[in-house]
């Protein structure tokens, strides 16, 4: 079956699920543009997928912003066109019960809110402009609650939902489809280090989940879907209660 996105983006594709992404796309016809900072990793992946330059390799540090409109558009005429941008790029640290170390809380809000700002920044007018196109930022279930374990984690992803329900807002009257994808624990080495993982997906299975969802222009994404009555008790709990609950 042929991807209904000819070109796409994808912020984060060196490990995880943005690979994923980006395989399960350019399995489907589609020109993909894979960027993260991993140089070797991007090249292995663009070999294994595109060995004709259909998929190419951009090495880039999201939290060097200035360089995003720059390279956004190189990406634009090399591609021939974008009608696809997926935000996948994230880090959630390990941090212990009473930790505060701001270098830390820093990388993860410019990794996963700012990366994620400066991209869509770039990729928003265009797409209003053409009246057409789809933004997918990879969120998650924690920006759904301030849970104790990664409060600069759940500020990240909050503040991302946040974001994306606000540039929704300003284009999706324009046909652009704006798509949150909260997934819950994902097998990739995000995780690795974490013991307590309910419903567990591969980086493939929430990779198929995430385009099924950008196909049909969802608004909010869970995946997978059974999240989505869950965090919606949990949203619903009472602050004093939930202060309690060991979540
Ligand atoms: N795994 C889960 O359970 C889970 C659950 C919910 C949401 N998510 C979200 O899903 C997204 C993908 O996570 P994942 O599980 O696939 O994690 P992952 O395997 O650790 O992959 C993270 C990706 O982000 C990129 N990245 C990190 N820092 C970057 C930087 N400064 N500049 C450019 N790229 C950077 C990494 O590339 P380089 O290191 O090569 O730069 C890598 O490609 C993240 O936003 C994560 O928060 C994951």
Known sequence: MHAPWRTALVV???????????????ERGCRVALVARRE????RLAAALGGDGSVRAYAHD?????????????ICRDLGGLDLLVYAAGVMPRVAGEEYTFAKDREVVEV???????WI???????????????VGISSVAGDRGRRGNPAYASSKAGLDAYLEAIRNRIGRHGVAVVTVKPGPVDTPMTE??????????AEEAARQTLAA????????????RWRPIMLVLRHIPSPLFQRLDL
């Open 12 to 26: 984060g594709a060196s490990s995880g699920i943005g690979p994923a992404v980006a395989r399960q796309l350019a």
């Open 40 to 43: 070797a990793e991007l090249a």
């Open 62 to 74: 999201v939290t060097r912003a200035a360089e995003v409109p720059a390279l956004f558009q190189q």
């Open 112 to 118: 996963n809110l700012l990366g994620a700002i400066a």
């Open 121 to 135: 920044n770039e990729a928003a007018p265009r797409f209003a402009r053409a009246r057409a196109g789809t933004i």
């Open 193 to 202: 280090h974490i013991d307590r993982k309910p419903f567990l997906i591969s």
């Open 214 to 225: 950008a196909a049909r222009r969802a608004r909010t994404a869970y995946v997978p879907r």
